[in-house]
Structure formats: structure tokens, C-alpha cells
């Protein structure tokens, strides 16, 4: 079964304290690794795809990388916009449909 | 603003109503889905609907029956709901069925008393 765990639960950063999140995942046939964000009562915002490990991408504070194992979105210099819950999610298999896979968040708070 | 709309954005209903969400998109997209996230935790599938073929993620109970009048709209009916069933309702869509990305509505608040 595919599996997506995501560390820390809980990130509280003072504005401009880099710091990363971590996405861990266990699946057969990678697809796709996604990141989201999501603000309270809304939906999740897409922010990045990444297909293949070594592969990165960049948005403003954002960049995530992949490896085999594992994603990490590194926030730079945060502001307190930046505050939201952070989800990861996998897509996985072949033909048909292919289920997404949502880790259980991370919720970064950013205080100026 | 979202492309992908959600009604009602809350909706309070007792156990023995019946009551309907309805989501729209406009963006051509081939698959249409359900997800009903609880506080705290992520989304959970419920229902996709893509090239016209339901696939149900088999733990959703019968009380939730998806309905897709056409390939932009798709609607979840509520019926015997129980207070457990309280959640944030989201739909979402993508171009297909593939490594795509989902684009999500707002969401429908939902309690049931």
C-alpha cells in the first residue's frame, strides 16, 4: 500500500528563518510527487510536480527537490503569508485511474 | 478566484434530510473527484468520475451518491447522514487521469446535528 509521511507535524519559524519540510514516501511506480498548499476552510492550492529524482523546482520562497525516497520544500527567508498547512501527495500505478496519495500535512506558522 | 466552484459553501442538515453539493468547472477537464477532509487530516477520496466511468473508493458509505449530469458538473446527494459525516467537502478536477494536477474548489462545509 502506498504510504506518504510528512515531518515536521508542526513548524513554528520567526520571519527569514529558513528551515524545510520533509515528504517520505513508499510506492510502486512513481507517477508523480505534488505539493499543495492549503489555507484554513479552503481548498488545496497546487504548487509543484516533480516526475524524477534529482528533478527541482522553484517558486519565489519555494523550492522543492526529489530523491527516491523522499521530497523536501525548502522555504527561504519566510513571511508570514507563507503561513498555511503544507500537504504532500503521490501518484502511483498504471492505466486507468492512478490514486493520489495525501501525507497528513505539515502546518507552518511564520511569525514576523 | 477558484475555476473550480462549489455550492452551497456551508450547509447544516439533520439525519434525516436530503440535501445535494453541486461543483462546476469549466476548464475542459476529463475527471472530476470528491474528497471529504476531517480537521486535521488530508484529503480522502471518495468518488472519481473521469471519461464518463465512476470508480468509488469502496469504504465510502451508500448515504453519499455521486451524480455527473455532464462532463463540467457533478453533484454528491447526502441522504441519512450521520453526525460523523461532518467535514469539509472538496471537489476537484484535472485533465485526465494521469500524473496531473488536481485543481480544487473552496470546499462545502458540512454539519450534520
Known amino acids: 500500500e502506498d504510504q506518504v509521511t510528512q515531518s515536521p507535524e508542526a513548524l513554528r519559524l520567526q520571519e527569514g528563518e529558513s528551515s524545510s519540510l520533509n515528504c517520505s514516501y513508499t510506492?510502486?511506480?512513481?507517477?508523480?510527487l505534488f505539493w499543495y498548499r492549503q489555507d484554513p476552510g479552503k481548498g488545496p492550492e497546487f504548487l509543484f510536480t516533480l516526475y524524477s529524482a534529482g528533478e527541482e523546482k522553484e517558486k519565489e520562497r519555494l523550492k522543492a527537490t526529489l530523491t527516491k525516497k523522499e521530497s523536501f520544500l525548502h522555504i527561504t527567508a519566510p513571511k508570514p503569508e507563507d503561513s498555511a498547512t503544507y500537504l504532500c501527495?503521490?501518484?502511483?500505478?498504471?492505466?486507468?485511474?492512478?490514486?493520489?496519495?495525501f501525507g497528513t500535512g505539515t502546518k507552518l506558522q511564520v511569525i514576523p | 478566484d477558484t475555476e473550480v466552484t462549489q455550492t452551497p459553501k456551508h450547509l447544516v442538515m439533520g439525519m434525516t434530510n436530503k440535501k445535494s453539493l453541486k461543483c462546476e468547472q469549466h476548464m475542459g477537464h476529463r475527471a472530476m473527484y470528491w474528497y471529504k477532509q476531517k480537521a486535521k487530516k488530508p484529503p480522502e477520496l471518495m468518488f472519481v468520475y473521469s471519461y464518463e466511468k465512476l470508480s468509488i473508493n469502496e469504504s465510502v458509505p451508500s448515504r453519499f451518491s455521486p451524480e455527473c449530469p455532464n462532463s463540467s458538473l457533478l453533484n454528491l446527494h447526502l441522504h441519512a447522514l450521520q453526525p460523523e459525516d461532518s467535514a469539509l467537502y472538496l471537489c476537484?478536477?484535472?485533465?485526465?487521469?494521469?500524473?496531473?494536477?488536481?485543481?480544487f474548489g473552496a470546499g462545502s462545509r458540512l454539519t450534520v446535528l
Open positions: 510506492v510502486s511506480g512513481l507517477r508523480g
Open positions: 501527495a503521490v501518484q502511483a500505478g498504471s492505466g486507468g485511474y492512478q490514486k493520489v496519495t
Open positions: 476537484a478536477s484535472s485533465q485526465g487521469t494521469g500524473a496531473n494536477v488536481l485543481t
